[in-house]
């Protein structure tokens, strides 16, 4: 069965704090497809990033990065100095031909105070 | 690029009324699925189209139904409304069906439902 755990329900940080987040999933495909997104207040699920399951070199983009390791079928989610506008809901998401739609984790609620 | 748009935006209807949800998707994009989002289930897959085809279909009852129009627009209908059935409901678009990860969705601001 497909499965996305995100176990943290809610973070706090101070303003310039480093932020992990974390997703676990399940699933018996070879060929998948792990998501990110951002959920602020507005309601917008706002897309992040896509990795396949043949790429496993983390990912960097500005303050966010990826980890992504097969071995323990996880794919966390840092954010580097995270600032009050990084405060929103974040969904880990996976994607495989045997769902044919996108599997959602429960969301992790980051705040971020000044 | 206007990014995917969904009216209304907000919604009250009471119970045993029925609602009209309406998505245009990214311009180009043929695919157009839809989620419903409550606290206590989460996010969850309803249906997607693809060239006015529905290729999948989440677990939810035969109150809620859909279609796609020729120009990819979507509408997502719920009849005999529920209590239960209060939500926000996200409508994504993709290039191609987003099965299998072959393309990424894209998310529309939402229409929030109340049902009192």
């Known amino acids: 069965a497909q499965k996305v755990t995100q176990a943290q329900t809610e973070i706090s940080v101070v303003e310039k704090e480093d932020v992990t987040l974390d997703c676990v999933y399940e699933t018996r495909d070879t060929t998948y497809y792990l998501f990110w997104y951002k959920q602020p207040p507005s309601g917008e699920l706002v897309f992040l990033i896509r990795?396949?399951?043949?790429?496993?070199q983390n990912e960097i983009s500005g303050r966010y990065s990826w980890n992504f390791q097969k071995s323990t079928s996880s794919f966390n989610f840092t954010i580097t100095a995270s600032q009050v506008v990084d405060s929103a809901v974040y969904f880990c998401?996976?994607?495989?031909?045997?769902?044919?739609?996108?599997?959602f984790g429960t969301g992790t609620r980051l705040k971020v105070l000044a | 690029k206007a990014g995917v748009t969904q009216t209304p935006r907000y919604l009250i209807k009471t119970r045993g009324q029925q609602v009209t949800l309406s998505c245009s998707p990214i311009s180009g994009h043929r695919s157009v699925s839809w989620y419903q989002q409550t606290p206590g289930q989460g996010l969850q897959f309803l249906f997607e189209y693809f060239s006015e085809t529905q290729r999948n279909k989440g677990n939810f009852p035969g109150r809620f139904s859909g279609r796609q129009f020729s120009n990819s627009r979507s509408e997502m209908n719920v009849s005999t409304l529920e209590l239960g059935d209060s939500a926000l409901y996200l409508c994504?678009?993709?290039?191609?069906?987003?099965?299998?990860?072959?393309?990424?969705?894209?998310f529309g601001p939402g229409t929030r439902l109340t049902v009192l």
């Open positions: 990795r396949n399951s043949f790429d496993e």
């Open positions: 998401a996976l994607s495989d031909s045997g769902t044919y739609k996108y599997i």
């Open positions: 994504a678009s993709s290039l191609l069906p987003s099965g299998g990860g072959t393309d990424t969705q894209y």
